[in-house]
Structure formats: C-alpha cells, structure tokens
C-alpha cells in the first residue's frame, strides 16, 4: 500500500464511521399513556379533596353488619382511600396492547370503554364517561384476581358526588364467599 492509497483509504474509513455514529437515534422515553391516566387522576383527587372542607359519609357493609361514618374529608388519607382505583393503572408496558378500546358519543358526554382481550392482567373492564376532558363524569371499573386458595371481583365505582367499592372473595376450597362494601357520599357544606 502507497501514500496515495493510504491517504485515499483514511477519509473513507472516517465517511464510513462518522456515518455510524450518526445514524444512531437520540434515546427518547416514549409515553406509553396509551389508556386513560388513573394515576394521575387519583393523585390529583386527593390532593383536592385533602383541601376540601366537605364532609364524607362512609357507609360500610361487611358479613352483614352495617357501619355509618361521618368524616371531615381533611382527616381522610385520600391516597389510601383511592388505592385500589390507583391499582387499577392500565398505562404499564406490559398492557400496551391488552385492551381493547371502544369510544362512542352519548349526547354531551364521551364514553370510553376497555376490555381485556389478553387474559394476563387483573382490569377485566373500564367504562370512562366524561363531558370533554379533564372533567369526569363517571368511572367504573371491574377486577378478577385468581389466586391458589381464592378468587376476588371487585367493581369500583367513582362520580364527582362519592364512591363505591364492592369486593367479593370466593374461597376455592372451603370457607363462605366474603362481602364488602364501601360507599361514601361526599356533601359539601356550603351548598
């Protein structure tokens, strides 16, 4: 090899990597808020509510006993309150593509549903009603978690004026199914 071809064969191996090394892509985090943010929604909820000077009747029904609450929304711990709303984030990874997503228009409100179609992951259903976001009207959400010794269902439910939580536990060998369930009413004082 001569002085010319080693001189020729230099700029070209340089054309060669700087062409490499440019082509690689910025590394960029993608949002994969691919289904409505929960999370977020929650957070935000209680925060707010954690604020409020409205007062919150809990009603409580377990085993057949009944339990009537009446709370100060500021002594609340709403992120443990709204903890299996939160549980129920649809926007991980691993579930891009595990609902199926149905939106239809009722009037002034837009309604937006979530099936499962693959059958790995606890959120079986999700029905969203709002009047343009952010402003949500209505949240429903269904659960079934199976595990060795029992099956949970459970339904959320969630408006502006309260909540729901029904949690059902079916024992797979012995015992009698379970019932809870919590609703709570949200009554401002200054109507």
């Given at each position: 090899?001569?002085?010319?071809?080693?001189?020729?064969?230099?700029?070209?191996w340089?054309?060669?990597?700087?062409?490499?090394v440019?082509?690689?892509?910025?590394?960029?985090?993608?949002?994969?808020n691919r289904?409505?943010?929960?999370?977020?929604?929650?957070?935000?909820?209680?925060?707010?509510?954690?604020?409020?000077?409205?007062?919150?009747e809990?009603?409580?029904?377990?085993?057949?006993?009944?339990?009537?609450?009446?709370?100060p929304?500021k002594?609340?711990?709403?992120?443990?309150e709204?903890?299996?709303f939160?549980?129920?984030?649809?926007?991980?990874?691993?579930?891009?593509?595990?609902?199926e997503i149905?939106?239809?228009?009722?009037?002034?409100?837009?309604v937006?549903?979530?099936?499962?179609?693959?059958?790995?992951a606890?959120?079986?259903?999700?029905?969203?009603?709002?009047?343009y976001?952010?402003?949500?009207?209505?949240?429903?959400?269904?659960?079934?978690?199976?595990?060795?010794m029992?099956?949970q269902?459970t339904?959320?439910?969630?408006?502006?004026?309260?909540?729901?939580?029904?949690?059902?536990?079916?024992?797979r060998?012995?015992?009698?199914?379970?019932?809870?369930?919590?609703?709570?009413?949200l009554?401002?004082?200054?109507?």
């Open positions: 090899m001569n002085i010319r071809n080693t001189v020729l064969f230099l700029p070209n340089a054309v060669i990597i700087i062409a490499c440019s082509c690689n892509q910025p590394n960029t985090v993608q949002n994969t289904y409505f943010d929960i999370l977020g929604f929650f957070t935000f909820q209680a925060e707010r509510l954690s604020k409020s000077d409205i007062q919150v809990k009603k409580l029904f377990l085993s057949g006993k009944e339990e009537i609450l009446y709370l929304a002594t609340i711990d709403w992120e443990k709204f903890l299996l939160s549980q129920c984030n649809l926007n991980k990874p691993a579930l891009l593509d595990a609902y149905e939106v239809t228009n009722a009037g002034k409100d837009v937006i549903v979530y099936r499962l179609v693959k059958r790995n606890p959120v079986t259903w999700m029905k969203i009603t709002h009047r976001e952010p402003n949500l009207t209505e949240l429903e959400i269904r659960t079934r978690i199976h595990s060795l029992n099956i269902e339904e959320l439910w969630y408006a502006p004026q309260g909540y729901a939580i029904r949690k059902k536990t079916i024992p060998f012995w015992g009698k199914p379970s019932l809870l369930v919590v609703e709570a009413r009554i401002d004082k200054n109507p």
